[in-house]
């Protein structure tokens, strides 16, 4: 047996009508359970008994729950603690969970919240244009999380945020990501096996569907899209290995515009790969018209250098002149919710989501929470119950954001308050999230043969680049292939597909053969 205490609040007012439910899994299933629920006012070091009562529920499913409505009390004090504690008895066994909430007078801002959410998919496709994989299309409509609700992670995040409207999001779709949707909703796909879904088959038309949401919500200013290079390039490591500037440079635009054809909107914010960052990028975002990007508060914060105070602000780089505003991630929040995933019920789910609602309120000023969007729920054990966590978190967040505790908002937004008074920044380690990049390059030793591999092709494009000129179409046709060959996908450890790495190596030489004959 296992209970769960789920008030409507994370947070209460003195005065407040609280609602409690208290959730109870059974591991042996019977008619009768009996739940009580008592709550405890804690005022200085005082203790006042504020509600009790008990109720048997009478159902044989594994699940039960009931609700108690009771008043917070008022206290000549601005602020104090709610104990509450919930039992459980029936079918020969008992559990019981205790609870603490805090209790303020009057409502007051404690965090700015900012969550952003990193979806992406690879290139999945051939240089043939057939598809070796179909997550781009699958996690839009696979039915992952039912019974609780149809559809896959694309579509089930639309769905949280159509839900509730005024809590704040900001949402990376790669460009990739979204060119697949297009090349899915214009033609349909062919999968490599042989198998044809046509443009109009139903699972294409709820990623139609699915992207008229995203683009919608943005419209009414629900949510906020970020735009990057075209695939996941671990662009920190380009950098530094191989000074592939004009690369970054030229497969971001081909992102930003790729972004803007599919929402409809020019993105301010764009997220880093792997958040593999290099001080040259504040030079190429700003060029571009970037305002923002997200970083690490462990693997980049801790050793930047500037006038810094703590993670909970934003900040403003600077380098040769350029400047771009910086949102420090809180790391242990983002793990928190990225990869404590593995809720064997509901009722696990609800405790953890309410856990994390209390430890964002834990913090002060802008808190920022940034992970993959899809990733956390594709992964778990149990991937269906990820749905009611990220259901109730929304709802915490929402009832929050009412009372007057938090306020959520953009990135944009959020970069936009610091906007000529951000603390500035002059140096950022080059680093990604993982501390490193031993995940692209080391764990693996065909890893660094690959690598020399790519350097021998980006040697020769560059050279060939020099003597035919940026605008040549077979120099072009090698750059797109570049930008495959290097997402950062393909390299990591756990997922290497040195397959797809030789077949877009091997188109770049073609082009380059290509051109050379044209003389």
């Given at each position: 047996m296992e209970?769960?205490?789920v008030p409507?609040?994370?947070?209460y007012?003195?005065?407040?009508?609280a609602?409690?439910?208290?959730v109870v899994?059974?591991d042996?299933?019977?008619?009768?359970t009996?739940?009580s629920?008592?709550a405890t006012?804690v005022?200085d070091?005082a203790?006042?008994?504020?509600?009790?009562?008990?109720?048997t529920?009478k159902?044989?499913e594994s699940?039960?729950?009931?609700?108690f409505?009771f008043?917070?009390p008022s206290?000549?004090?601005d602020?104090?603690?709610?104990t509450?504690?919930?039992?459980?008895?029936?079918?020969?066994?008992?559990?019981?969970?205790?609870l603490v909430?805090?209790?303020f007078s009057?409502?007051?801002n404690?965090?700015?919240?900012v969550?952003?959410?990193h979806?992406?998919q690879?290139?999945n496709y051939t240089?043939?244009?057939?598809?070796f994989a179909d997550y781009?299309f699958?996690w839009?409509?696979?039915?992952?999380?039912?019974p609780?609700?149809?559809?896959?992670?694309?579509?089930v995040?639309?769905?949280?945020?159509r839900?509730f409207?005024k809590?704040?999001?900001?949402?990376?779709?790669?460009?990739?990501l979204?060119a697949q949707w297009?090349m899915?909703?214009?033609?349909g796909?062919?999968l490599?096996s042989?198998?044809?879904v046509?443009?109009?088959?139903?699972?294409?038309e709820?990623?139609?569907?699915?992207?008229?949401?995203?683009?919608s919500?943005?419209?009414q200013?629900?949510?906020?899209v970020?735009?990057?290079?075209?695939a996941h390039?671990i662009?920190?490591?380009i950098?530094?290995?191989?000074d592939?500037?004009?690369?970054?440079?030229?497969e971001?635009?081909m992102?930003?515009?790729?972004t803007k054809?599919?929402?409809?909107?020019k993105p301010y914010?764009?997220?880093t790969?792997e958040?593999?960052?290099?001080n040259?990028?504040?030079?190429?975002y700003?060029d571009?018209?970037?305002e923002y990007?997200?970083?690490c508060?462990?693997?980049?914060?801790?050793r930047?250098l500037g006038?810094?105070n703590?993670?909970?602000?934003?900040?403003?780089?600077?380098?040769n002149?350029?400047?771009?505003?910086i949102?420090?991630r809180?790391?242990?929040?983002s793990?928190?919710i990225?990869?404590?995933?593995n809720?064997a019920t509901?009722?696990e789910?609800?405790?953890?989501?309410?856990d994390?609602m209390?430890?964002?309120?834990?913090?002060?000023g802008?808190?920022t929470?940034?992970?993959d969007g899809e990733?956390?729920m594709i992964f778990s054990k149990y991937?269906?119950n990820?749905?009611p966590f990220f259901?109730?978190l929304y709802?915490?967040?929402?009832v929050?954001?009412e009372?007057g505790?938090?306020?959520?908002?953009t990135g944009?937004e959020a970069?936009?308050?610091?906007?000529?008074r951000?603390?500035?920044i002059f140096?950022i380690?080059i680093?990604s999230w993982?501390?490193?990049?031993?995940?692209?390059?080391?764990?693996?030793?065909?890893?660094r043969?690959m690598?020399?591999?790519?350097e021998k092709?980006y040697?020769?494009?560059?050279?060939y680049k020099h003597?035919f000129?940026?605008?040549d179409?077979?120099i072009?046709?090698?750059?797109?292939?570049?930008?495959?060959?290097i997402?950062s996908d393909y390299?990591?450890t756990?997922?290497?597909?040195?397959?797809?790495?030789?077949m877009?190596?091997?188109?770049?030489h073609?082009?380059l053969?290509r051109?050379?004959?044209h003389?």
């Amino acid at each position: 047996m296992e209970i769960a205490i789920v008030p409507d609040s994370a947070i209460y007012l003195q005065k407040d009508l609280a609602k409690v439910d208290v959730v109870v899994h059974k591991d042996v299933i019977c008619a009768d359970t009996v739940i009580s629920l008592t709550a405890t006012a804690v005022i200085d070091v005082a203790e006042k008994s504020v509600f009790s009562e008990s109720k048997t529920v009478k159902s044989d499913e594994s699940e039960v729950f009931t609700q108690f409505s009771f008043e917070i009390p008022s206290a000549d004090a601005d602020q104090y603690l709610l104990t509450l504690v919930a039992k459980a008895q029936g079918c020969g066994e008992s559990d019981q969970e205790k609870l603490v909430l805090p209790v303020f007078s009057t409502a007051k801002n404690l965090v700015n919240l900012v969550i952003v959410w990193h979806n992406h998919q690879p290139p999945n496709y051939t240089p043939d244009g057939r598809f070796f994989a179909d997550y781009p299309f699958k996690w839009v409509w696979y039915n992952l999380f039912e019974p609780y609700v149809s559809g896959g992670p694309y579509y089930v995040h639309a769905l949280i945020y159509r839900k509730f409207p005024k809590v704040k999001t900001t949402i990376h779709l790669s460009p990739s990501l979204l060119a697949q949707w297009m090349m899915g909703m214009e033609r349909g796909y062919v999968l490599e096996s042989g198998d044809v879904v046509s443009a109009t088959d139903r699972r294409i038309e709820l990623v139609r569907h699915t992207l008229e949401e995203y683009k919608s919500l943005v419209s009414q200013g629900t949510i906020e899209v970020m735009s990057s290079v075209y695939a996941h390039t671990i662009l920190g490591y380009i950098l530094y290995k191989f000074d592939m500037v004009e690369v970054v440079r030229d497969e971001l635009e081909m992102g930003l515009q790729i972004t803007k054809n599919a929402i409809g909107v020019k993105p301010y914010g764009v997220w880093t790969p792997e958040m593999a960052w290099h001080n040259r990028l504040v030079e190429i975002y700003s060029d571009l018209g970037i305002e923002y990007t997200v970083l690490c508060g462990k693997s980049h914060f801790a050793r930047a250098l500037g006038n810094k105070n703590s993670i909970y602000e934003p900040y403003e780089a600077i380098y040769n002149g350029k400047s771009l505003r910086i949102l420090f991630r809180d790391q242990v929040l983002s793990d928190l919710i990225g990869f404590r995933n593995n809720f064997a019920t509901r009722v696990e789910a609800l405790k953890a989501a309410l856990d994390t609602m209390l430890q964002i309120m834990s913090r002060r000023g802008f808190v920022t929470i940034a992970l993959d969007g899809e990733n956390w729920m594709i992964f778990s054990k149990y991937p269906k119950n990820t749905y009611p966590f990220f259901e109730q978190l929304y709802k915490y967040i929402n009832v929050l954001q009412e009372k007057g505790f938090v306020k959520s908002m953009t990135g944009h937004e959020a970069s936009e308050l610091c906007k000529d008074r951000c603390k500035r920044i002059f140096y950022i380690p080059i680093n990604s999230w993982v501390n490193g990049f031993h995940k692209w390059d080391g764990e693996l030793d065909e890893q660094r043969y690959m690598w020399m591999e790519v350097e021998k092709a980006y040697h020769r494009l560059k050279l060939y680049k020099h003597v035919f000129g940026n605008s040549d179409k077979n120099i072009r046709e090698a750059y797109w292939a570049l930008y495959h060959a290097i997402d950062s996908d393909y390299w990591w450890t756990e997922f290497w597909n040195p397959r797809a790495i030789k077949m877009w190596l091997s188109e770049i030489h073609k082009a380059l053969d290509r051109a050379l004959s044209h003389l």
